[in-house]
């Protein structure tokens, strides 16, 4: 496979997964070892691979082998608006801690996800996804001071056990839960921190906002 190829195919990359091959092997569902070898001009993808990216990605298969563009094609298969959800990034704090009052909820900006990584590794299928910053240690070592969280704000119930936010009246927290026989159980991961119950009468006034499904974090 000849290096332009390679270099072509690591713009799909760069595009598609901000050049995280890793991430772009657990998407398209390769090892992350044969894209590498693809990059590198050391593999050769099969054509039912190429395929599958037209399909799911809208890659121009042309322009990918022979580097001539159709016309009106897209170069390296940038997903359209109605393949893209975008989540808000909310201007408020989710307390992994004793709690943090939600002061304003102004959107600071928008992340945009394929709805293909939505649904094949989060499992969701959902468009009122959020992000929310994470503020405090007692959820360690599982979520960091300062990470970002995306949450499916329809999953207000806990039908397993999982990371939510939880309206408490000290504020929106972000907690391990599971469904006790109707009892709420809220758990820290760090194991400085109490854990509680709430009973079913006090559910309503502690309710869920939704289901944390992924984190992002700088490193």
Partial sequence: MSSAFASRFQLVVDQLAQGNKKHFAEITGKSASHIYKICRGMSRPSMGYLQELYDEYKVDLTWLLTGEQNDGAQVAGIPTNSDLVFAPMFDVQASAGMGSEVIAEDVEDYF????????????????????????????????????????????????????????SEEGLMAKRLSDKQGELSVVSDNPEYDNWSIPLEARENNPIAGKIVWCGRTI
């Fill in 112 to 167: 945009a996800f394929n709805k293909t990584f939505l649904s094949r590794q989060l499992s969701v299928s959902s468009e009122q996804l959020v992000f929310v910053s994470i503020s405090g240690d007692s959820m360690l070592p599982t979520l960091q001071d300062g990470d970002r969280v995306l949450v499916d704000m329809t999953q207000k119930s806990v039908k397993q056990e999982g990371l939510y936010l939880l309206q």
